[in-house]
C-alpha cells in the first residue's frame, strides 16, 4: 500500500493533490510545527495583475503544533476571500458551481486552522472526483524525529511504500527508509499548462484556479501531464 504523508495546507496547489490522487491513503500531518510564512494559512489566486495571496489570519506563538492554531476570528477574512473569488473569477465558466460550494464550507464557525484546511482539502479532492481516504496523523503515535516519524506512520497503517514529494531525498535520511519495510518512492510532478483567467500562465496556484476553468474535466488535465513510466522515482 502507497502512503503519502504532508502537512495542511489551506486550499492547496496542483502538486499537492496530485500526490495524494497517486497514494492509496493520505496522512495528515497535523501534529508538527506550525509555519509562519508558507502554505499552512494561504495560498494563491489567479487576478489580473498575477496573482494575490488568500491568507487566513491566525492566532500562533512559536513551535505551537498545527493542530492547536486558531484562526483570528477579529478579521472578515471569510468575506474577503469570497469577494476576491467573485471579482477574479467573474467569467470561470464554472465559477457558480463551485464557488456555491466553497461559500457553505465558508459559512461554518471555523475555529482551529487545522479543521478548515482539512476540510478545504476534501472538498477539492470531492470536487476534482480523488478518493484517496484521508486520515490524521494525530491518531497515530510516532516519534518526534522526522524521518522517523513518517516510518511511524506508514507502519501504523500497514503501508508498503511511501511516496514523498519533489526534493525530499534532500532533507530526508534515505538510509532509515532503506532498513525499515517500507519503500520510499520520490513524485516527479508536471505542472499541466491550461486557458486561465488572464495571460501569461501562472504556475503554482491554489487547484481551484484549474477547477473553476474545467470543472468535470480538472481531474484528466491534471493527470495528463504525469509521466507515464517515471511517475515515481525509487530511492
Known sequence: ????????????????????DQADLFIVLDTVQFK??????????????GWQWMTVPVLQHFGQRIDDVLINQTVAWKTQHLRALDMHYARAPYRNRYLAQLRELYAAPWKKLSDLNKATIQWLLDAYGITTPVHSAAGYVAREEPTDRLIDLCL??????????????HYMDTSRFESSDVRLTIQAFQ??????????????????????MQGP????????????DHSLTSV
Open 36 to 49: 509562519k510564512h508558507e502554505w499552512q494559512n494561504r495560498n494563491r489566486i489567479r487576478t489580473a495583475t
Open 191 to 212: 505542472h499541466p499548462i491550461y486557458r486561465q483567467m488572464y495571460e501569461p500562465f501562472e504556475l503554482n496556484l491554489s487547484a481551484l484556479d484549474l477547477l473553476l
Open 217 to 228: 474535466d480538472a481531474l484528466m488535465t491534471l493527470r495528463r501531464t504525469r509521466p507515464l
Open 156 to 169: 501504523a497503517v500497514g503501508a508498503t511504500e511511501y511516496l514523498a514529494g519533489p526534493g525530499a531525498e
Open 1 to 20: 500500500m502507497r502512503v503519502t504523508i504532508h502537512q495542511p495546507q489551506f486550499l492547496p496547489w496542483l502538486g499537492y493533490l496530485d500526490k495524494i
